[in-house]
């Protein structure tokens, strides 16, 4: 696909998005004063659907804010990480799709186009995507009162890649990366983790995800940081986890050992193993099993701590 014609894609689904999320508000997390990026005329934002759509070379990341419809708001709110393997951002089925079912629970949904890891464009790719996690977290609390959110109901939600920024803001939100603005506190109140991966441990991690962000040879140190599981402590949120036993491109193993990490620190965490459903499924609304069924186990889980209303 050419790039006049990815634009035309692009411009096609922003359109799309609009006609369905009329209130939605794009920012600029950085105000045009990126973090560590280093200029480069020749890199490009694209949307590329090689194999899903998704948005690549981010260059400008931005926050899509989709609000709760006024008669159903709960005050919570959640910062979406769509995945893509560190690679693209599977910006629709694990953005604009999951934006629309959380505002239908009475959720602001706030979805994350983050810098993806690459040395041309930045000074430490490792750091590009929590940067980008945490500002986001931060802004959407500065903006609470006027955007009608609880700032004590503000959880962070990830898919894949997606899902190892989001427990990367869940154990490293004060964990200093830039200089800060001010004092608001980056920490979701809770995480939705969602076939994610969690390990840079070369047996279980996704391969594309750790060169990407890590690079091909990685330090034990630079592995063993960006290994959520073994950074939980007991100021990590809550958490609500999915994962497929035959996930082939994320194993389980990355939920397991989260968990289990949760459960030593004695945080709250749900995890749902499924026998099947493979990896990158989104709300599963084109799946047939068990899987199919994980957004109505993740709304009782918010149900039941107090998140949002039950019905």
């Not at 939600?157 to 980056?186: C, P, Q, R, W, Y």
């Not at 082939?248 to 193993?253: H, K």
Request: some cysteine; proline content about 6%.
């Amino acid at each position: 696909m050419n790039f006049k014609k990815n634009v035309l894609v692009l411009a096609g689904i922003i359109m799309i998005a609009a006609s369905v999320f009329s209130q939605t508000q794009v920012i600029d997390i950085w105000n045009g004063k990126v973090p560590g990026s280093i200029p480069n005329p020749n890199y490009k934002q694209i949307v590329d659907s090689a194999y899903w759509i998704k948005i690549r070379f981010v260059t400008k990341p931005t926050i899509q804010v989709y609000p709760a419809p006024a008669d159903k708001n709960t005050g919570t709110a959640v910062v979406v990480c769509p995945g893509g393997g560190y690679y693209g951002i599977s910006f629709i089925n694990e953005g604009t799709e999951v934006a629309k079912w959380l505002n239908q629970l009475g959720i602001t949904a706030v979805v994350l186009h983050y810098r993806l890891p690459d040395d041309a464009i930045m000074k430490n790719k490792s750091i590009a995507p929590l940067q980008d996690g945490q500002e986001a977290m931060r802004i959407v609390r500065r903006n609470a009162k006027k955007w009608g959110i609880d700032p004590h109901k503000i959880g962070i939600m990830g898919f894949s890649a997606g899902g190892h920024i989001a427990s990367t803001i869940s154990t490293h939100f004060d964990e200093k990366v830039d200089e800060l603005k001010d004092s608001t506190s980056a920490r979701p109140d809770f995480s939705l983790l969602i076939y994610p991966v969690v390990s840079m441990d070369s047996a279980i991690t996704h391969r594309g995800s750790r060169e990407s962000l890590l690079g091909k040879n990685p330090t034990p140190e630079m592995v063993n940081h960006f290994s959520n599981a073994l950074q939980v402590t007991a100021k990590t949120p809550p958490a609500f986890m999915i994962h497929s036993m035959d996930d082939g491109t994320v194993p389980v193993e990355n939920s397991i050992e989260y968990a289990l990490a949760m459960k030593k620190c004695k945080i709250p965490c749900e995890l749902h193993i499924y026998e099947r459903g493979g990896h990158g499924y989104g709300l599963g609304k084109w799946k047939v099993g068990t899987e199919s069924t994980w957004t109505e186990a993740c709304e009782k889980w918010l149900q039941v701590k107090g998140f949002i209303s039950r019905k």
